[in-house]
């Protein structure tokens, strides 16, 4: 869960969910839906146990609760992996359309993982030295365009 204050220019927040490919580039999975910002102060919050099975996304302000979800086709067999989340743990600046990284998701078959900070989101090359099999983010842009 997240807290977030917003200027009223704010009209909409919108999640995407991304994969690394092979050339160290993100993919969306899926995303790209925006809620109404109708609170300037409110709350967010991530329900998801893997992201690729999907997530559920809620902005709760002082008029109520909105909710979406965001699913993708999984055709990636986890079984024989481990993996690990990391979620943004500080405060983050609020830049309108810019995407700030709230979650990344790491899968591999290896016994280490190493839980790298959501910040890795901006240099995916970090990444590729650790050989992953599947990493994973979602992110938040908060926007001044209205719902499309």
Same mark, same amino acid.
């Given at each position: 869960? #997240?807290?977030?204050? =917003?200027?009223?220019? @704010? ?14 580039? #993100?993919? &969306? ?7 109404? &910002?109708? &609170?300037? /102060? ?12 999907? *997530?559920?996304?809620?902005? /709760? ?38 995407? @700030?990284?709230?979650?990344? /998701? *790491? ?10 900070? =959501? ?15 599947? =990493? ?13």
């Amino acid at each position: 869960i #997240w807290d977030y204050d =917003v200027d009223e220019t @704010i009209k909409s927040i919108s999640f995407n969910c991304y994969e690394l490919d092979e050339n160290n580039k #993100w993919q &969306a999975i899926s995303g790209g839906g925006s809620l109404l &910002a109708e &609170a300037k /102060q409110g709350r967010i919050s991530l329900a998801f146990d893997k992201i690729l099975d999907g *997530i559920k996304i809620s902005i /709760q302000g002082k008029n109520g609760t909105i909710s979406s979800s965001h699913e993708s086709e999984n055709s990636v067999d986890f079984s024989n992996m481990s993996y690990t989340t990391s979620f943004l743990s500080s405060q983050s600046n609020i830049e309108i359309n810019k995407e @700030i990284p709230i979650a990344i /998701q *790491i899968f591999d078959s290896d016994n280490e993982i190493f839980s790298g900070d =959501v910040s890795m989101f901006y240099e995916p090359n970090e990444f590729e030295k650790y050989n992953y099999d599947h =990493v994973y983010a979602v992110t938040v842009t908060f926007s001044q365009d209205g719902l499309e």
